[in-house]
């Protein structure tokens, strides 16, 4: 069974730039989530979708982030622009429904972010 | 609000020493715990979790976790640690209301260090 698909892998750009990164669930899966991951700290949830639907983006700074999930399966992250502080490693996780603990969510390789 | 707390950002046991990482939570409901780890430039692994049946919690490679309630605790522990364990631990919870699960709140991780 595929993982969680992720690209791209690592980006580097200026500060007021924008940049997108794109995630791949597992098949069937209808839960989303985007993580942010700053160096030295846990993830923090950014977003979480069932279905195409957002479920919570209370932490998703809405001025210059955006996400998107059009037809319920991959999703895009968007930063417009971006700040310094957005550095940081953007993770993808995947569950099989909201309304289920197991399995759990599962993990993509994440994209590391690097605002200079 | 809920936390999850890890007392000490590295730990660091000889090989085939007892690994123990603390992780405290609060939260206004039971909540579900996780433990994940992390590798290099790698995503989050769910190392095991409790979900309200057994206390006592067995996971991959050796982990275990006990549910302390009383203590509001859910440290990891492995009885013999390996080389190979040398990573980033995470601690993580998630409150299961009658809507579903929402995302993972996550502490701020341990690095978990082997000596040889």
């Known amino acids: 069974e595929a993982g969680v698909a992720q690209s791209p892998r690592y980006k580097i750009i200026e500060k007021r730039q924008s940049v997108a990164f794109w995630c791949n669930p597992i098949?069937?899966?209808?839960?989303l989530y985007w993580y942010q991951q700053i160096l030295g700290q846990g993830p923090k949830l950014l977003i979480q979708?069932?279905?195409?639907?957002?479920?919570?983006d209370s932490q998703l700074p809405k001025d210059r982030f955006s996400a998107e999930r059009l037809k319920g399966v991959d999703s895009t992250l968007k930063i417009q622009p971006a700040k310094l502080e957005d550095s940081a490693v953007y993770l993808c996780?995947?569950?099989?429904?909201?309304?289920?603990?197991?399995?759990?969510?599962?993990f993509g390789p994440g994209t590391r972010l690097t605002v200079l | 609000a809920q936390s999850v707390t890890q007392l000490g950002s590295h730990v660091s046991v000889s090989e085939g020493a007892l690994v123990l990482l603390r992780c405290n939570y609060s939260?206004?409901?039971?909540?579900?715990l996780f433990w994940y780890v992390q590798y290099p430039n790698q995503g989050l692994q769910l190392l095991l979790k409790?979900?309200?049946?057994?206390?006592l919690v067995k996971g991959i490679n050796g982990f275990e976790a006990e549910f302390k309630k009383s203590e509001t605790s859910f440290h990891l522990t492995k009885p013999s640690a390996h080389m190979s364990d040398a990573a980033e631990y995470f601690c993580?919870?998630?409150?299961?209301?009658?809507?579903?699960?929402?995302?993972?709140?996550f502490g701020k991780g341990t690095h978990l260090i082997i000596q040889p």
């Open positions: 996780a995947s569950s099989l429904d909201r309304g289920q603990i197991r399995p759990g969510q599962f």
């Open positions: 939260s206004s409901v039971p909540p579900y």
């Open positions: 993580a919870m998630i409150l299961y209301s009658g809507g579903g699960a929402d995302g993972l709140t």
């Open positions: 098949s069937g899966h209808a839960t």
């Open positions: 409790y979900t309200s049946a057994a206390t």
């Open positions: 979708f069932q279905n195409n639907g957002v479920v919570d």
